[in-house]
């Protein structure tokens, strides 16, 4: 009989990473080694996990009472693992999950007064419409200056001198959204700019030639695209993390654009679905670092569009499940040291082109519903607080940071797309653990395949230029407000009775 592997089975059951905890310029790695020498070996976040060795640490043994403390510089992105002397490894690679300098992610941040939100290209009618919550997209290569000017913050990449750009940090409404009671939200992406240097640090090394929207995937491959990442959003996080220095600060930090459609919105290559949310969870865990350093509020959160159960395409090189993604995104995390990210989902209705949600055919009462749309969005929220979800025993937030509804030109049309808004609202102000719904767009858009979704017409030579308000401007204006009910009611008999009792019951009043 070989008894090697039951020496080695034994060997793994005794030996434990138990906890890592961030200290500010230490980590401290508690472990159990059962009186076995042992090796405290570290890797970095960009490494094949599988298939390295990673690097020695330190010769562990239970004489240290099982906790090891190393100074943090450098190692902020690393991950730990016990091997013997051999190299064998005796468990999986554990990440910091205690940020003691941590702070809550309320603190500092304006109070939620409401749901009502909006994705903003006009700041002053935002202000107008009562706006809650503000979301902006940006651009990490419009962040970066290759070679850098001289008032940049520098750093080095791949042995490339690289500069962050001040201005396009400044020039986000951060500071006006925290004067106005308004909780802003970034969107950070990363296009193709066509600066191979830019490039080679921000997009992953896999992603198409032929990205149908040049919307890359985080390059968390490579060591210079780990460098890279992490200390933008090292300096994004700080620069937004103490509203006492009047720049405001960010309510949330949504990591990438919906991520499970990855080749249309994040797009690594055609790749496995293990592939992907590899891949993406080394970047969520990166920002969710960054954000804990800096000692800020806020939330990280991930991105997912409507599909659940189904896969939003046939190539399974090319998208996945929302419920399969969220699946092996927890299971990542959880076997590296679970961490609180959050949820960002787009619960557009079943049809891009049919506002009236409420019709949705594929939005089933249950967690196997082929997609989740306004009509079944407690399922969402029900998810959340399944206990194999949980973070530190509580679900994860919610927001919806991105859906809209098409309104073409007349009456009917704005009336179905005012009507989807009504709907919408009421039913994700009626769920607890969505703290907020953040509308796109506020300007109808000439390049969006069709889709009308302002809250504006734009005028006909232009892209996005706002040319009149539409049916669905006032809704959202009142919204929230006094006048809600008055003004929903128009709408009432474009919903039906049935599903207006629904959103209205009247034995709960409005």
């Given at each position: 009989?070989?008894?090697?592997?039951?020496?080695?089975?034994?060997?793994?059951?005794?030996?434990?990473i138990e906890r890592i905890e961030w200290q500010g310029d230490k980590i401290?790695?508690?472990?159990?080694?059962?009186?076995?020498?042992?090796?405290?070996?570290?890797?970095?976040?960009?490494?094949?996990?599988?298939?390295?060795?990673?690097?020695?640490?330190?010769?562990?043994?239970?004489?240290?009472?099982?906790?090891?403390?190393?100074?943090?510089?450098?190692?902020?992105?690393?991950?730990?693992?016990?091997?013997?002397?051999?190299?064998?490894?005796?468990?999986?690679?554990?990440?910091?999950?205690?940020?003691?300098?941590?702070?809550?992610?309320?603190?500092?941040?304006?109070?939620?007064?409401?749901?009502?939100?909006?994705?903003?290209?006009?700041?002053?009618?935002?202000?107008?419409?009562?706006?809650?919550?503000?979301?902006?997209?940006?651009?990490?290569?419009?962040?970066?200056?290759?070679?850098?000017?001289?008032?940049?913050?520098?750093?080095?990449?791949?042995?490339?001198?690289?500069?962050?750009?001040?201005?396009?940090?400044?020039?986000?409404?951060?500071?006006?959204?925290?004067?106005?009671?308004?909780?802003a939200y970034v969107i950070v992406l990363a296009y193709r700019s066509g600066?191979?240097?830019?490039?080679?640090?921000?997009?992953?090394?896999?992603?198409?030639?032929?990205?149908?929207?040049?919307?890359?995937?985080?390059?968390?491959?490579?060591?210079?695209?780990?460098?890279?990442?992490?200390?933008?959003?090292?300096?994004?996080?700080?620069?937004?993390?103490?509203?006492?220095?009047?720049?405001?600060?960010?309510?949330?930090?949504?990591?990438?654009?919906?991520?499970?459609?990855?080749?249309?919105?994040?797009?690594?290559?055609?790749?496995?679905?293990?592939?992907?949310?590899?891949?993406?969870?080394?970047?969520?865990?990166?920002?969710?670092?960054?954000?804990?350093?800096?000692?800020?509020?806020?939330?990280?959160?991930?991105?997912?569009?409507?599909?659940?159960?189904?896969?939003?395409?046939?190539?399974?090189?090319?998208?996945?499940?929302?419920?399969?993604?969220?699946?092996?995104?927890?299971?990542?995390?959880?076997?590296?040291?679970?961490?609180?990210?959050?949820?960002?989902?787009?619960?557009?209705?079943?049809?891009?082109?049919?506002?009236?949600?409420?019709?949705?055919?594929?939005?089933?009462?249950?967690?196997?519903?082929?997609?989740?749309?306004?009509?079944?969005?407690?399922?969402?929220?029900?998810?959340?607080?399944?206990?194999?979800?949980?973070?530190?025993?509580?679900?994860?937030?919610?927001?919806?940071?991105?859906?809209?509804?098409?309104?073409?030109?007349?009456?009917?049309?704005?009336?179905?797309?005012?009507?989807?808004?009504?709907?919408?609202?009421?039913?994700?102000?009626?769920?607890?653990?969505?703290?907020?719904?953040?509308?796109?767009?506020?300007?109808?858009?000439?390049?969006?395949?069709?889709?009308?979704?302002?809250?504006?017409?734009?005028?006909?030579?232009?892209?996005?230029?706002?040319?009149?308000?539409?049916?669905?401007?006032?809704?959202?204006?009142?919204?929230?407000?006094?006048?809600?009910?008055?003004?929903?009611?128009?709408?009432?008999?474009?919903?039906?009775?049935?599903?207006?009792?629904?959103?209205?019951?009247?034995?709960?009043?409005?």
């Open positions: 009989m070989n008894i090697l592997p039951v020496i080695l089975l034994l060997a793994i059951g005794q030996a434990s401290s790695v508690h472990y159990q080694a059962k009186n076995q020498e042992v090796e405290l070996r570290e890797l970095g976040i960009e490494a094949e996990f599988e298939k390295s060795a990673g690097t020695i640490v330190q010769d562990i043994s239970q004489r240290e009472k099982g906790l090891f403390v190393l100074p943090s510089l450098s190692r902020e992105t690393n991950g730990f693992f016990l091997t013997n002397k051999n190299g064998i490894k005796l468990t999986g690679l554990k990440f910091p999950t205690q940020w003691l300098a941590k702070t809550d992610p309320e603190t500092g941040l304006v109070q939620n007064l409401g749901i009502k939100g909006l994705q903003v290209q006009m700041m002053d009618d935002a202000l107008i419409l009562g706006v809650h919550h503000a979301a902006f997209n940006l651009n990490l290569a419009s962040l970066l200056r290759i070679p850098p000017d001289p008032k940049d913050k520098t750093f080095e990449a791949d042995g490339i001198k690289v500069g962050i750009r001040q201005e396009v940090i400044d020039s986000l409404p951060i500071k006006l959204c925290q004067e106005r009671g308004i909780r600066n191979a240097a830019i490039d080679k640090l921000l997009l992953h090394p896999s992603m198409s030639e032929n990205a149908p929207n040049n919307l890359g995937a985080f390059n968390t491959a490579t060591i210079g695209g780990v460098q890279a990442f992490k200390t933008i959003m090292d300096h994004l996080c700080i620069n937004y993390s103490k509203p006492v220095e009047g720049r405001g600060t960010v309510a949330g930090w949504i990591i990438g654009n919906e991520v499970n459609a990855h080749y249309q919105w994040y797009n690594r290559g055609p790749s496995s679905e293990s592939e992907v949310v590899s891949d993406y969870h080394k970047a969520l865990r990166i920002a969710h670092g960054s954000l804990k350093r800096s000692g800020g509020p806020g939330r990280i959160y991930t991105s997912l569009e409507h599909h659940w159960a189904m896969r939003p395409g046939t190539n399974v090189k090319r998208s996945m499940p929302g419920k399969l993604f969220l699946k092996e995104l927890v299971e990542k995390s959880e076997a590296g040291g679970n961490f609180d990210w959050h949820l960002a989902y787009h619960p557009y209705p079943e049809n891009l082109f049919e506002p009236r949600s409420w019709l949705d055919k594929s939005a089933l009462a249950n967690l196997d519903s082929p997609k989740i749309t306004f009509r079944n969005l407690e399922q969402i929220v029900a998810w959340s607080k399944q206990q194999e979800n949980l973070s530190a025993g509580k679900p994860r937030r919610i927001i919806l940071s991105e859906q809209g509804f098409h309104g073409p030109p007349g009456v009917v049309g704005e009336s179905n797309q005012a009507a989807g808004y009504v709907y919408g609202y009421k039913k994700a102000s009626r769920n607890e653990g969505i703290d907020a719904f953040i509308l796109h767009r506020q300007v109808d858009h000439a390049k969006e395949g069709g889709l009308l979704l302002g809250l504006w017409s734009h005028k006909p030579d232009s892209v996005s230029t706002p040319l009149a308000k539409k049916l669905i401007w006032q809704v959202f204006r009142d919204a929230g407000t006094a006048e809600e009910l008055k003004t929903f009611e128009k709408y009432k008999t474009i919903i039906g009775p049935t599903t207006w009792e629904e959103i209205y019951p009247s034995s709960k009043g409005s």
